[in-house]
């Protein structure tokens, strides 16, 4: 059995691009969840996926959004890209629905310049 | 507003020093607390869940306990290789989406 993964580990980009991250949930995980950590921070919710649907978002703007794919695995995109954008981006997994223990990836490190 | 509190933000021990981090927080409803251990530049590990008030968990040199009001996670007689972020995160009963909310961590520093 696969953990979280994550993809890319480190991206660079500047002011006003867009960003695409991955992630591949552990094997039979059917809720995904995204966070975002600043340096010295504890991960803040961005938004979940639960079967293919949004099932919640935190307070985040409408240039943070995502998908979940019939595998389970999930993008989250954001555009118009800020330096406070600047972040540990997380992706967690849940087995059997959102209220499950959630089992976190490696994270992708984005630097906005 | 659920709100997570953790203290000290910073602890530095020497090997074999027993200490407590605490996690204090205010939630409608406690669906679970959890503790993470996060080491720099990746993501959080997951250690403990705990459900209602008076539950212990115990993991090797780890024990986390939890009141109405906080949680403790003792570490006994800790080694350098415990050094680490240990995060404490909350989770509300809700009949949808139940996002964790987390504290800012305290960073744990094991001297040899």
């Not at chain 2, 993991?59 to 109405?68: F, Q, S, Y």
């Amino acid at each position: 059995e696969t953990g979280v993964t994550q993809s890319p580990t480190h991206l660079i980009k500047t002011r006003g691009q867009q960003v695409t991250l991955r992630c591949s949930s552990q094997s039979g995980h059917n809720t995904v969840s995204w966070y975002q950590q600043a340096l010295g921070q504890g991960p803040q919710f961005i938004f979940q996926y639960y079967r293919e649907e949004e099932n919640g978002r935190g307070n985040f703007p409408p240039r943070f959004s995502g998908l979940q794919f019939p595998n389970y695995s999930s993008e989250l995109n954001v555009n118009a890209l800020e330096l406070d954008d600047s972040a540990l981006y997380l992706c967690a997994s849940s087995l059997h629905g959102p209220a499950e223990t959630q089992y976190f990836g490696p994270g992708t490190r984005l630097l906005v310049l | 507003e659920d709100q997570v509190t953790q203290s000290p933000e910073a602890l530095r021990l020497q090997e074999g020093e027993s200490s407590s981090l605490n996690c204090s927080y205010t939630v409608s409803g406690l669906r679970g607390l959890f503790w993470y251990r996060q080491d720099p530049g990746k993501g959080p590990e997951f250690l403990f869940t705990l459900y209602s008030a008076g539950e212990e968990k115990e993991k090797e040199r780890l024990k986390a306990t939890l009141t109405k009001k906080e949680s403790f996670l003792h570490i006994t007689a800790p080694k350098p290789e415990d050094s680490a972020t240990y995060l404490c995160a909350v989770q509300r009963i809700d009949s949808g989406n139940t996002p964790l909310v987390f504290g800012k961590g305290t960073r744990l520093s094991v001297i040899a």
